[in-house]
């Protein structure tokens, strides 16, 4: 039985340069996401049918909800920053590879214990210059591993010692073992070779049965895969060349949010996909899990710094209920 339950149907119509970044507030019930080369950051709500959009004032990469509704955590070029959600205003700003002009940053998620995890690529195309990088709540900052191309898609098994990961240059979902209490990603593998004919791999999420979902850049669809078998499951056309990102949202986790892009599309490509760029929805017969957020002290960790310290905390974020949370 087929795990789409209808046809991905437009829910925003903004025809984003590069919609990216799509992410679940279960408390506030709105669906985050961003549109890198426009500098938006954009809030849905899919009960009143709105979408917010503020303007970042340079790109924004990614976004991950904190234990505070009103506030997020975003990349940007060269930064991790926690944010007003409805000004854009920064509250607390740390750097990431400031010295590699070169590189920005890109896709990321909140992982076990409310760390960010976020990667950056290579804006000029150079080969394994780029790296993941493991932000922690007071904004310290752990380099996982270097040699990325272009880091994008993240998630983590439900037992959260299972880390899946895509550098889209390899075409490759990889696998990694993660500690949850400390955070750290160890012993990366490849794990699934993924055909050309489908496109890129991009933005990921994770099912409540454990099952992969990649959006597929160039691809025009959505891929389903078996972790376990390393096995396509299915196949999900979009109406998009460009599908950048996907994220598992609504009052009951069933409808899949995706994200697309009309950069670089040529004249054919636009006659063929006009609707590139679009936000949008699509029933499914599974749900997703509720995001982690940036911010869970459910866990303590004591990671390994590179920069930044516990002083460098930002006094004036204060995320609620600090005795228990969770992304």
């Known amino acids: ?156 098994s439900a037992d959260e010692r299972t880390a899946y990961y895509i550098d889209t240059a390899t075409a490759s979902i990889d696998v990694l073992d993660c500690d949850p209490v400390s955070g750290d990603l160890s012993n990366r593998r490849s794990m699934i070779a993924v055909p050309t004919e489908y496109g ?23 891929t389903v895969w078996d972790p376990e078998r390393a096995e396509l499951i299915e196949k999900i056309d979009v109406p998009a060349k460009n599908v950048t990102s996907v994220a598992f949202g609504g009052a009951d986790m069933a409808t899949l949010y995706i994200t697309t892009a009309k950069i670089g599309l040529g004249d054919d490509d636009v006659s063929r996909f006009p609707a590139s760029g679009a936000l949008f929805a699509m029933h499914t017969t599974t749900t997703g899990r509720p995001p982690y957020r940036f911010g869970d002290t459910s866990q303590n960790d004591e990671p390994e710094v590179v920069h930044g310290s516990a002083d460098d905390e930002p006094d004036d974020y204060e995320p609620e209920d600090r005795e228990s949370s969770p992304e």
């Open 200 to 222: 890129k791999p991009d933005g990921m999420t994770i099912d409540s049965e454990g099952r992969l979902w990649v959006a597929m850049f160039h691809g025009a669809c959505v």
């Open 1 to 156: 039985m087929s795990i789409q339950a209808d046809e991905p149907r437009i829910v925003v119509d903004l025809r984003c340069d590069l919609g990216e970044g799509a992410i679940w507030d279960d408390r506030a019930a709105v669906l985050y996401w961003v549109d890198i080369a426009g500098r938006t950051l954009n809030r849905f709500d899919p009960v009143h049918g709105r979408n917010r959009v503020t303007n970042m004032g340079e790109q924004v990469s990614t976004v991950v909800p904190t234990m505070n509704e009103d506030r997020v955590v975003v990349g940007l070029e060269n930064s991790v920053a926690l944010v007003e959600a409805a000004t854009g205003e920064r509250l607390h700003e740390v750097a990431l590879e400031a010295d590699m002009p070169e590189n920005r940053c890109n896709d990321g998620k909140c992982g076990p214990g409310g760390r960010l995890y976020i990667g950056t690529m290579s804006t000029v195309r150079r080969s394994g210059t780029a790296a993941l990088y493991r932000v922690d709540r007071d904004f310290s900052v752990a380099r996982c591993f270097g040699g990325v191309t272009v880091s994008n898609g993240i998630c983590w």
